[in-house]
T-cell receptor, first 114, second 114 residues
Framework: SAVISQKPSRDICQRGTSLTIQCQVDSQVTMMFWYRQQPGQSLTLIATANQGSEATYESGFVIDKFPISRPNLTFSTLTVSNMSPEDSSIYLC???????????FGPGTRLLVL | GESVGLHLPTLSVQEGDNSIINCAYSNSASDYFIWYKQESGKGPQFIIDIRSNMDKRQGQRVTVLLNKTVKHLSLQIAATQPGDSAVYFCAETQLYNQGGKLIFGQGTELSVKP
């Protein structure tokens, strides 16, 4: 199984600023994803992080707001840009080395925007 | 503490009893399903998965049942322990058409009384 870490684990930010979240996997994975989870709610997919190309965003999420990088098979970043209090959430990355099967998650980054 | 969010369905069981957590999935074309366990302050933890060509799959103390006719998934936990207390999510995807992008159910909170 893949072990996934995220940095930072939590942060408190001022509105209008941006935060970059890092996701590191301990082994190469073919697929990496970014999800958002409001407290007490389920997970919603933000985008698929594609290695060496632009991320694929889900409906309601755009690159200008959530730019994503994936320079190699073990690392990805998600930036939450021009933050507002509505962006307060838990952001999670996941990875799969089986073409989408057996998808493992990181511990999440808890973001509070004031 | 957590901010206001939707109240999750809750299942309360006695330690040692068996637990059954149910999930209705949305897409009849989904061909792969995963159950996750999420403890407070942590990311989702992979429990067990099942492909659509199977009706049942067993792991250690857990069994997943799939009924494609009514688009229903269940997770059975045998001899439930206090450490099983968590929120449980089902997730579905089309492995080949959606590249592993997961759609999560709303979640069920399992509370185990000692």
């Amino acid at each position: 199984s893949a072990v996934i870490s995220q940095k930072p684990s939590r942060d408190i930010c001022q509105r209008g600023t941006s935060l970059t979240i890092q996701c590191q996997v301990d082994s190469q994975v073919t697929m990496m994803f970014w999800y958002r989870q409001q407290p007490g709610q389920s997970l919603t997919l933000i985008a698929t992080a594609n290695q060496g190309s632009e991320a694929t965003y889900e409906s309601g999420f755009v690159i200008d707001k959530f730019p994503i990088s994936r320079p190699n098979l073990t690392f990805s970043t998600l930036t939450v840009s021009n933050m507002s209090p509505e962006d307060s959430s838990i952001y999670l990355c996941s990875g799969s080395s089986d073409g989408g099967e057996t998808q493992y998650f990181g511990p999440g980054t808890r973001l509070l925007v004031l | 503490g957590e901010s206001v969010g939707l109240h999750l369905p809750t299942l309360s069981v006695q330690e040692g009893d068996n637990s059954i957590i149910n999930c209705a999935y949305s897409n009849s074309a989904s061909d792969y399903f995963i159950w996750y366990k999420q403890e407070s302050g942590k990311g989702p933890q992979f429990i067990i998965d099942i492909r659509s060509n199977m009706d049942k799959r067993q792991g250690q103390r857990v069994t997943v049942l799939l009924n494609k006719t009514v688009k229903h998934l269940s997770l059975q936990i045998a001899a439930t322990q206090p450490g099983d207390s968590a929120v449980y999510f089902c997730a579905e995807t089309q492995l080949y058409n959606q590249g592993g992008k997961l759609i999560f159910g709303q979640g069920t909170e399992l509370s185990v009384k000692p």
